[in-house]
């Protein structure tokens, strides 16, 4: 069995992560950023495509007549054709839960940084202002309290209810927006209206279908709390980057914290470059080195999973 890895970079990074436990499936071939004139080159000679951000659509399928499954180190699967997919018989598994400590752990990096200021204190003190005070502190900035804040949750998948869960350790009042609800008990499920209107902080974590792009725009950030804060690890394609930029610069929103992007790296004209009161990452909330071990093994897992005859976190199983 032939093997095609088309962007391992984005998993091991300088080879950080070691991908020698595939060689137990058949013969590997890796690119670690793969074009698209090589991805139709390879495409007739493979069985299997493991790969992360590499778009697989109708032409490269077409193309890869013994393409039998698509591995995915990653959760979302909107580079992959799936109707595609499903019509010619080929299974795409995506890696599930596996980002879901990190992720969570990063939506609350940038709930601490801007309501505790911590950089901008640093700042302060290093520029000599803590030296100036004629008392013991200096509060050169406000601060405030995550206890008592409103977190709204839009999507509850696995980084959605890790994130409840952690608000919760903070003593803030988490609210979910979901496309299902399953009430257990605890969880309180409110209108998409009402999360808008009732939030001190909007969390995003669904994924980017036909129904969630540009989810949030200029008519939604209007609908928000006068000074909310806004966080987004999902695909940057739920948000209108522009009126971001628009709601940050009039001051609608305090802050936001932002780790994905409509276009990835990041263009040398886009839009958020420099928006005041932002914190951007550039999508790496999935990408600590034990995350993305983990991330592996998972789709190590997923492949022999397959191999087998029994399918495991498969988004596409004809």
């Known amino acids: 069995m032939r093997i ?12 950080d992560v070691s991908l020698r436990d595939f060689e137990q499936f058949g013969e590997i071939v890796a690119y670690d950023r793969i074009t698209r004139e ?17 778009v697989i659509d109708r032409e490269v399928m ?3 007549p013994n393409l039998r499954y698509i591995g995915l180190f990653a959760t979302g699967y ?12 080929v299974t795409v598994c995506n890696a599930g839960s596996y980002s ?10 940038y709930l601490l940084s801007h309501f505790s200021k911590v950089e901008p204190y640093t700042q302060f003190v290093q520029s000599g202002g803590w030296k100036a005070s004629d008392i013991f502190w200096a509060y050169a900035m406000p601060t405030d309290e995550l206890m008592g804040k409103t977190i709204g949750i839009v999507g509850y998948g696995s980084i959605g209810k890790e994130v409840e869960k952690i608000a919760r350790a903070f003593s803030m009042h988490p609210i979910v927006c979901a496309r299902t609800v399953r009430p257990n008990g605890q969880t309180e499920f409110v209108s998409f209206e009402e ?14 279908t036909d129904q969630t792009n540009e989810l949030f725009h200029a008519g939604t950030f209007a609908k928000m709390k006068d000074g909310a804060f806004f966080v987004n690890t999902s695909r940057g394609g739920v948000v209108d980057e522009t009126a971001l930029r628009d709601a940050l610069q009039s001051g609608k929103l305090s802050g936001a914290g932002i780790d994905v992007l409509t276009e990835e790296p990041m263009r040398t004209d886009c ?4 928006a005041p009161n932002l914190l951007i990452t550039p999508h790496t909330a999935w990408a600590p080195l034990s995350t993305r071990k983990r991330l592996v093994a998972v789709v190590r897992d997923n492949l022999d999973a397959y191999l087998k005859g029994s399918p495991q976190n498969a988004v596409v199983k004809p």
């Open 4 to 15: 095609l890895f088309t962007d391992a970079a984005t998993v091991a990074y300088q080879h």
């Open 38 to 54: 090589e991805l139709l080159q390879e495409a007739p000679t493979v069985e299997v495509i493991l790969c992360n951000k590499t």
């Open 62 to 64: 077409t193309a890869a």
């Open 78 to 89: 909107n580079n992959i054709d799936v109707v595609c997919a499903q019509e010619r018989g």
């Open 100 to 109: 879901t400590a990190a992720v969570a752990q990063q939506v609350f990096a």
């Open 195 to 208: 999360l808008l209107a009732q939030s001190d902080i909007i969390t995003v974590h669904c994924p980017l």
């Open 271 to 274: 839009v958020l470059y420099q």
